[in-house]
């Protein structure tokens, strides 16, 4: 089993920046894939940035050059950095953690980006 508690998110204003973090707790040896995904009202999950624990990322088309996902694999956390926030970006975010070929999600934190 694996408890994702997620801080950050809130209001900010387009161009402006936030940090998302994610701390992992139960008990496993390690996490293969951790990452952020989000949902807009209206539409459906999709996916943010992920990272491997050796270290390869992967992220949305519309985040990349904007967003950077990172991870301390000892505290098992994994941080989302925003920067040149967009209305767009406006959304629920997620943690996700991948165990065993078993998705775990967290609770959601709120990003609202005005205009």
């Known amino acids: 089993q694996v408890q994702l508690v997620e801080s950050g998110g809130g209001l900010v204003q387009a161009g402006g920046s936030l940090g998302l973090s994610c701390a992992a707790s139960?008990?496993?040896?390690?996490?293969?894939?951790m990452g952020w995904y989000r949902q807009a009202p209206g539409k459906q999950r999709e996916l943010v940035a992920v990272?491997?624990?050796?270290?390869?990322?992967n992220y949305a088309d519309s985040v990349k050059g904007r967003f950077t996902i990172s991870r301390n694999n000892a505290k098992n956390t994994v941080y989302l950095q925003m920067n040149s926030l967009k209305p767009e970006d406006t959304a629920v975010y997620y943690c996700?953690?991948?165990?065993?070929?078993?998705?775990?999600w967290g609770q959601g934190t709120r990003v609202t980006v005005s205009s």
């Open positions: 139960g008990t496993f040896f390690s996490i293969r894939v």
């Open positions: 990272i491997s624990s050796p270290g390869s990322t």
């Open positions: 996700n953690a991948v165990l065993v070929g078993v998705d775990y």
